[in-house]
């Protein structure tokens, strides 16, 4: 099984471009979502889905969007990428929104903004 | 401001050697999660703890649930080379939004 698949593993981007990260699962989960990990912060919650069709915001979602149009795939878009968006972004999927369910990770893409 | 803060943030140890990470915050959750994760990969599920204190074991791993359901400690008998990682806890505040503590960064050395 493939799980959680991310791509791309490393990228380096200029100030002020734009660039997608994709997240594509194959385990027919419902709840996706995305983190960013910073060094001393943990993970922190970007944006999240519970199903194809419907987005919400989470706790840090300026300068990022996304989109749900299938159950599969869910990424992650940065219009005008900043320095402070330098991160290692993982994406998760889970099967429903119970208090025993687990939250299947990505690899992460570690982004570097110059 | 981090809303579950965990201790210590960094634990070097000799093998052998039991220790003990805490998690705590001023919010009740429905459930709390322990994660670790390796360099280069996801976090990846240990166990997860629903009711107020309530104790599960997995192998030299002790996970315990805070009586009003806002803190955890992770206890490690005889910690092994192979412990070594990154000890995340994470509260579920429901549809699957998951709070983060900052992490645990834990070497056991042989």
């Known amino acids: 099984n493939a799980g959680v698949t991310q791509t791309p593993k490393f990228q380096v981007l200029k100030t002020g471009q734009s660039m997608t990260l994709q997240c594509a699962q194959d385990m027919n989960h419902e709840y996706m979502s995305w983190y960013r990990q910073d060094p001393g912060m943990g993970l922190r919650l970007i944006h999240y889905?519970?199903?194809?069709?419907?987005?919400d915001q989470g706790e840090v979602p300026n300068g990022y969007n996304v989109s749900r149009s299938t159950t599969e795939d869910f990424p992650l878009r940065l219009l005008s990428a900043a320095p402070s968006q330098t991160s290692v972004y993982f994406c998760a999927s889970s099967y429903g929104q119970g208090m025993n369910t687990e939250a299947f990770f990505g690899q992460g893409t570690r982004l570097t903004v110059v | 401001t981090q809303l579950l803060e965990q201790s210590p943030q960094f634990l070097s140890i000799q093998e052998g050697e039991n220790l003990t990470v805490y998690c705590n915050s001023s919010?009740?959750?429905?459930?709390l999660q322990w994660y670790r994760q390796e360099p280069g990969e996801g976090p990846v599920l240990l166990v997860t703890v629903v009711t107020g204190g309530e104790v599960k074991k997995l192998k030299r791993l002790t996970f315990q649930f805070g009586d009003a359901r806002k803190d955890s400690s992770l206890h490690i008998t005889a910690a092994q080379p192979g412990d070594t990682g990154l000890y995340l806890c994470a509260g579920n505040q429901g549809a699957q939004k998951l709070v983060f503590g900052q992490g645990t960064r834990l070497t056991i050395n042989p």
């Open positions: 889905s519970v199903g194809a069709g419907i987005t």
């Open positions: 919010s009740v959750f429905s459930s």
